[in-house]
């Protein structure tokens, strides 16, 4: 198993940043893969970015390409998600995923196992 826990949501202007941080415990040599996806009310939960967890290749939504940046710190077990330009459609819970299987694209929620709790990030217009 591995359990993940973000934290570093919260209320923010139109135009301000947020970090967001997701720390992964358990069998983490397990992780192929890590992603950030988010879900508004009464919508999908949506591919926001991922990253390989060995070789930091990353892919990102068009909606936050050039917005936002994943990274990740292996020796903390920790990924990031840094939001720039933030807009109050970006606003959503955010949670942290994790992939074990290799080879896929990492762009949808069925590619994951491992979810965490959800962080809010609500941004005020």
């Known amino acids: 198993q591995v359990q993940l826990v973000e934290s570093g949501g919260e209320l923010v202007q139109a135009g301000g940043s947020l970090r967001l941080s997701c720390a992964a415990s358990?069998?983490?040599?397990?992780?192929?893969?890590m992603g950030w996806f988010r879900q508004a009310p009464g919508k999908e939960r949506d591919f926001v970015a991922t990253?390989?967890?060995?070789?930091?290749?990353?892919r990102y939504a068009d909606s936050v390409k050039g917005r936002f940046t994943i990274s990740r710190d292996n020796a903390e077990n920790t990924v990031y998600l840094q939001m720039n330009s933030l807009k109050p459609e970006d606003t959503a819970v955010y949670y942290c995923?994790?992939?074990?299987?290799?080879?896929?694209?990492?762009?949808?929620?069925?590619?994951?196992?491992?979810w965490g709790q959800g962080t809010q990030v609500t941004v005020s217009s």
């Open positions: 995923a994790a992939a074990r299987n290799s080879g896929l694209r990492y762009t949808t929620k069925w590619e994951y196992e491992y």
């Open positions: 358990g069998r983490t040599f397990s992780v192929y893969a």
């Open positions: 990253i390989n967890w060995s070789n930091g290749s990353t």
